[in-house]
């Protein structure tokens, strides 16, 4: 796991990171804390993705000038590519999630979404708008502007276009909205039950020019480049660590010294000519009656001692009475966070409650390891402890260095939310998340299973702490590693596949598995409204039992046929309640994620004939097609380096290289030569799309070139140039049919400037208000076999179990003609 490093932001909700061990701070990070309670300014930084963001100039303003620094994204980035897995859509943006928040660990900053979904590349901010609901997620930027409150706002992106991406120049566009909005008390009035309007000093474009600083007249100019003694580390080492978080989308960076300077232009507000924070107050004197609580942080600064910061105790807690006696206001509310969190880091506290199971279930009960220490001995004595129904009241002293430990188990009721990540709780729109709870907007994590509250008295005060349950497991390769506490429904129903390809008058028989987590009895599984199981038998703990699900499908429809959905009761929970399927995502450099979906098993019937037998894939960055190929029929290998050195590649009736393969294998370079013989002597060699790279070897038999040319509207028109040409005809008779019913986008990533002497064009594509682009699929013979390069996006649409999809493919892959079956 990532190794917790200097935490100087002080992110203080209860939603921090379960991969990382309990906090500790250096002395150096005590000192900084000490001296971010006089400063009392806020930046929010805001841009339309996961790795949008600008780290050297969110660790520069957090641990630089100690403001409270915000990164605002507009999507959890679900509609990128994933070069470390085959996760797409909502896996995808639950794995950038987490590689944000392991960035703002690094880089000091907090961060926050919008409900929006990203749905892909999109070429406008007109076509953005009519999938995220405009006015909708305007509301979700005036929330965080409400409740964050910062002085000012940067964005990473102009309202004018050069950002490229349409989301981007949205997200700036919703950025300058706001700026307005959030001030006037007639928009988004709902909100103000919770907050209060806020008038934001300025909008700043963070500009640039087509990836170059961009100094024009009237800009200001800030380095950003400068070294952090007590850190040691300059803030472009900061922001590389930070930004090499962002592995699912290959962003590791290195680290830079030396001046570096940033531009900024004013969008909103009154121009800054000095300083990102001209004309804003950035201190007590915001703050009435406020002069003492100066002096004294004053006071605690000078008087640190970087070998005992123990002696600032008393000090703090002195501060955090005052602070608890003043009026509640922004800043005083945030100041008796951090004051909060710098008594427990200077304290030495360690304050800990874990478990050995991963996993609470309902109706079960779980044990809770508690563990206190007071390694500084400071002066003081537990008082209590509360979590769900346990409350119990203590009076232990904490002696130095010496561990306080207990367990307590606990029962979990069948009524225990179970953890999921709250944007995945409604089904969602097309373009947003349906999010039920409107105080939940902008959190970026999923709320914690169980959640302790310790009140400690230290120096004659009594102060709460509240601390996440976590499972912590040893590793022996890893070591220790605290992981999220997942609460599980009772029963979990695995669905095999995401979705079942059926073929017309087939009788077809699939098994299922429930998992009972817990022994529980009158156990009765339900099927759509048909009962299946009726098992009143007790259930051993993790036992499975298996049923069949049986069909016959007699329809010739192609398309989505039918969905089963399951449910459950047991003796404690009476009532049907819908099972869930688990999902979990397990990365060594994020927490581990888990997530539920209802219980839904779909099935596609699909008209297909396919042609040839045996299939080689070479493995790219990693996406679902071969498991679509297998469902096909086909018999698939997986070809690494290792295999394609030693295969005879002859065995394989056609060869498919996944995505962005040529991108993420340096060895596929060394064996072009071995392919290009393949193809030659008859083979079928299909290239799914891959990036521009100067650094990109020859791919193909003729010249031809990626171009960075997509089709982002999943329903674009698609012109048949070539119609007698039998990648559209044989086995399938492909017709306008076959392109209905798309996901996403329709390609990416086409070929450009190829050899039009042997290429040839099949399909010309083209979003709307644009010129028809003839890249997505391009074929040529070589020798006896043929050569194809597609930018089609398969890789989504097999997934889906689009059937077109299906059939253009099996088309492709029958070219050569070598084997029927």
């Given at each position: 796991?990532?190794?917790?490093?200097?935490?100087?932001?002080?992110?203080?909700?209860?939603?921090?990171?379960f991969?990382?061990?309990?906090?500790?701070?250096?002395?150096?990070?005590?000192y900084?804390?000490?001296?971010?309670?006089?400063?009392?300014g806020?930046?929010?930084?805001?841009?339309?993705?996961?790795?949008?963001e600008?780290?050297?100039?969110?660790?520069?303003?957090?641990?630089?000038?100690?403001?409270?620094?915000?990164?605002?994204?507009?999507?959890?980035?679900?509609?990128?590519?994933?070069?470390?897995?085959?996760?797409?859509?909502v896996?995808?943006?639950?794995?950038?999630?987490?590689?944000?928040?392991?960035?703002?660990?690094?880089?000091?900053?907090?961060?926050?979404?919008t409900?929006?979904?990203?749905?892909?590349?999109?070429?406008?901010?007109?076509?953005?708008?009519?999938?995220?609901?405009?006015?909708?997620?305007l509301?979700?930027?005036?929330?965080?502007?409400?409740?964050?409150?910062?002085?000012?706002?940067?964005?990473r992106?102009?309202?004018?276009?050069?950002?490229?991406?349409?989301?981007?120049?949205?997200?700036?566009?919703?950025?300058?909205?706001?700026?307005?909005?959030?001030?006037?008390?007639?928009?988004?009035?709902?909100?103000?039950k919770?907050?209060?309007?806020?008038?934001?000093?300025?909008?700043?474009?963070?500009?640039?020019?087509?990836?170059?600083?961009?100094?024009?007249?009237?800009?200001?100019?800030?380095?950003?480049?400068?070294?952090?003694?007590?850190?040691?580390?300059?803030?472009?080492?900061?922001?590389?660590?930070?930004?090499?978080?962002?592995?699912?989308?290959?962003?590791?960076?290195a680290?830079?010294?030396?001046?570096?300077?940033?531009?900024?232009?004013?969008?909103?507000?009154?121009?800054?000519?000095?300083?990102?924070?001209?004309?804003?107050i950035?201190?007590?004197?915001?703050?009435?009656?406020?002069?003492?609580?100066?002096?004294?942080?004053?006071?605690?600064?000078?008087?640190?001692?970087?070998?005992?910061?123990?002696?600032?105790?008393?000090?703090l807690?002195?501060?955090?009475?005052?602070?608890?006696?003043?009026?509640d206001?922004?800043?005083?509310?945030?100041?008796?966070?951090?004051?909060?969190?710098?008594?427990?880091?200077?304290?030495?506290?360690?304050?800990?409650?874990?478990?050995?199971?991963?996993?609470?279930?309902?109706?079960?009960?779980?044990r809770?390891?508690?563990?206190?220490?007071?390694?500084?001995?400071?002066?003081?004595?537990?008082?209590?402890?509360?979590?769900?129904?346990?409350d119990?009241?203590?009076?232990a002293?904490?002696?130095?260095?010496?561990?306080?430990?207990?367990?307590?188990?606990?029962y979990?009721?069948?009524?225990?939310?179970?953890?999921?990540?709250?944007?995945?709780?409604?089904?969602?729109?097309?373009?947003?998340?349906?999010?039920?709870?409107?105080?939940?907007?902008?959190q970026?994590?999923?709320?914690?299973?169980?959640?302790?509250?310790?009140?400690?008295?230290?120096?004659?005060?009594?102060?709460?702490?509240?601390?996440?349950?976590?499972?912590r497991?040893?590793?022996?390769?890893?070591?220790?590693?605290?992981e999220?506490?997942?609460?599980?429904?009772?029963?979990?129903?695995?669905?095999?596949?995401?979705?079942?390809?059926?073929?017309?008058?087939?009788?077809?028989?699939?098994?299922?598995?429930?998992?009972?987590?817990?022994?529980?009895?009158?156990?009765k599984?339900?099927?759509?409204?048909?009962?299946?199981?009726?098992?009143?038998?007790?259930?051993?703990?993790?036992?499975?039992?298996?049923?069949?699900?049986?069909?016959?499908?007699?329809?010739?429809?192609?398309?989505?046929?039918?969905?089963?959905?399951?449910?459950?009761?047991?003796?404690?929970?009476?009532?049907?309640?819908?099972?869930?399927?688990?999902?979990?995502?397990?990365?060594?450099?994020?927490?581990?994620?888990?997530?539920?979906?209802?219980?839904?098993?779909?099935?596609?019937?699909?008209?297909?004939?396919?042609?040839?037998?045996?299939?080689?894939?070479?493995?790219?960055?990693?996406?679902?097609?071969?498991?679509?190929?297998?469902?096909?029929?086909?018999?698939?290998?997986?070809?690494?380096?290792?295999?394609?050195s030693?295969?005879?590649?002859?065995?394989?009736?056609?060869?498919?290289?996944?995505?962005?393969?040529?991108?993420?294998?340096?060895?596929?370079?060394?064996?072009?030569?071995?392919?290009?013989?393949?193809?030659?002597?008859?083979?079928?060699?299909?290239?799914?799309?891959?990036?521009?790279?100067?650094?990109?070897?020859?791919?193909?038999?003729?010249?031809?070139?990626?171009?960075?040319?997509?089709?982002?509207?999943?329903?674009?028109?698609?012109?048949?140039?070539?119609?007698?040409?039998?990648?559209?005809?044989?086995?399938?008779?492909?017709?306008?049919?076959?392109?209905?019913?798309?996901?996403?986008?329709?390609?990416?990533?086409?070929?450009?400037?190829?050899?039009?002497?042997n290429?040839?064009?099949i399909?010309?594509?083209?979003?709307?208000?644009?010129?028809?682009?003839?890249?997505?699929l391009?074929?040529?013979?070589?020798?006896?076999?043929?050569?194809?390069?597609t930018?089609?996006?398969?890789?989504?649409?097999?997934?889906?179990?689009?059937?077109?999809?299906?059939?253009?493919?099996?088309?492709?892959?029958?070219?050569?003609?070598?084997?029927?079956?």
């Amino acid at each position: 796991m990532k190794k917790t490093g200097l935490l100087l932001c002080l992110i203080y909700s209860i939603s921090v990171s379960f991969s990382q061990a309990p906090a500790t701070w250096t002395s150096a990070d005590m000192y900084q804390g000490l001296q971010k309670l006089n400063v009392l300014g806020s930046v929010l930084y805001l841009a339309a993705h996961p790795d949008d963001e600008n780290t050297r100039l969110i660790a520069w303003l957090s641990k630089d000038r100690l403001y409270r620094t915000g990164y605002l994204s507009m999507t959890r980035g679900d509609g990128g590519q994933n070069l470390i897995g085959d996760e797409q859509g909502v896996e995808l943006g639950l794995i950038r999630t987490q590689e944000l928040l392991s960035a703002r660990r690094i880089d000091g900053g907090e961060q926050f979404f919008t409900r929006a979904f990203d749905f892909g590349f999109s070429k406008n901010p007109q076509e953005t708008f009519t999938k995220w609901d405009k006015e909708k997620i305007l509301s979700d930027v005036v929330w965080v502007i409400r409740k964050f409150q910062p002085d000012v706002i940067v964005t990473r992106f102009p309202t004018t276009g050069e950002g490229g991406h349409g989301h981007h120049t949205a997200s700036a566009i919703l950025a300058n909205e706001a700026f307005t909005a959030a001030a006037d008390p007639n928009r988004f009035p709902e909100q103000l039950k919770y907050v209060k309007p806020w008038q934001v000093k300025r909008v700043l474009w963070n500009s640039f020019n087509f990836g170059n600083p961009n100094a024009a007249t009237g800009d200001l100019k800030i380095d950003l480049g400068g070294y952090n003694p007590l850190l040691g580390k300059s803030y472009g080492e900061i922001a590389a660590a930070s930004r090499s978080n962002h592995k699912s989308q290959g962003f590791g960076a290195a680290s830079s010294r030396g001046e570096a300077f940033d531009y900024f232009r004013t969008t909103s507000g009154p121009p800054a000519s000095k300083d990102l924070m001209d004309d804003v107050i950035a201190n007590w004197d915001r703050v009435p009656g406020s002069r003492n609580i100066q002096k004294q942080v004053d006071k605690l600064i000078t008087s640190f001692d970087f070998l005992h910061p123990e002696k600032s105790v008393k000090g703090l807690v002195v501060l955090y009475k005052a602070l608890q006696d003043m009026p509640d206001s922004y800043w005083v509310v945030q100041k008796r966070k951090e004051t909060k969190i710098l008594i427990e880091q200077c304290s030495g506290f360690f304050l800990d409650v874990i478990t050995t199971e991963p996993f609470a279930v309902q109706s079960d009960s779980i044990r809770f390891n508690f563990s206190f220490n007071n390694r500084l001995g400071v002066a003081a004595t537990l008082r209590k402890i509360s979590i769900d129904n346990f409350d119990s009241s203590f009076s232990a002293r904490l002696d130095r260095n010496v561990n306080f430990n207990f367990s307590k188990t606990l029962y979990v009721s069948p009524s225990k939310p179970i953890t999921q990540p709250y944007w995945l709780a409604n089904k969602m729109a097309p373009g947003y998340y349906n999010v039920s709870n409107p105080q939940q907007i902008g959190q970026a994590d999923v709320d914690p299973g169980y959640v302790v509250n310790i009140i400690v008295n230290i120096e004659g005060e009594d102060i709460s702490f509240e601390k996440p349950v976590k499972y912590r497991v040893t590793d022996p390769v890893k070591g220790e590693m605290y992981e999220p506490l997942v609460v599980l429904p009772a029963y979990t129903v695995e669905i095999p596949k995401e979705v079942n390809i059926l073929r017309p008058n087939e009788n077809w028989s699939q098994e299922f598995s429930y998992v009972a987590q817990k022994n529980l009895s009158n156990v009765k599984i339900y099927r759509q409204n048909d009962l299946l199981i009726n098992d009143e038998a007790p259930l051993a703990r993790n036992n499975r039992r298996s049923f069949y699900n049986l069909f016959d499908v007699t329809s010739k429809k192609t398309g989505i046929s039918a969905a089963d959905t399951f449910s459950f009761t047991y003796y404690e929970q009476p009532e049907k309640v819908t099972a869930k399927n688990l999902h979990t995502i397990r990365y060594d450099h994020i927490p581990f994620i888990n997530y539920f979906t209802d219980a839904v098993n779909k099935y596609v019937i699909l008209d297909v004939a396919t042609y040839n037998k045996k299939i080689g894939y070479i493995v790219g960055a990693g996406d679902k097609v071969p498991e679509a190929l297998e469902q096909m029929g086909y018999d698939v290998t997986l070809l690494t380096d290792k295999e394609l050195s030693r295969n005879n590649l002859q065995q394989f009736d056609a060869i498919i290289v996944g995505v962005r393969a040529y991108n993420t294998n340096s060895w596929m370079s060394r064996y072009y030569d071995k392919l290009m013989k393949y193809v030659n002597e008859g083979g079928n060699f299909i290239v799914q799309y891959n990036t521009p790279n100067r650094n990109l070897p020859p791919i193909g038999p003729f010249k031809f070139d990626i171009v960075n040319r997509r089709v982002t509207d999943e329903n674009a028109e698609v012109t048949i140039l070539k119609p007698d040409h039998p990648v559209l005809n044989f086995p399938n008779k492909i017709t306008q049919e076959d392109f209905k019913g798309w996901i996403q986008e329709r390609s990416i990533y086409h070929a450009g400037n190829w050899d039009k002497s042997n290429f040839e064009p099949i399909l010309s594509i083209h979003d709307p208000g644009e010129n028809g682009d003839e890249g997505s699929l391009i074929i040529a013979p070589y020798g006896k076999g043929f050569f194809t390069y597609t930018g089609l996006v398969f890789f989504r649409e097999l997934p889906a179990g689009v059937p077109g999809a299906y059939r253009l493919m099996a088309n492709i892959i029958a070219l050569n003609k070598k084997k029927a079956f």
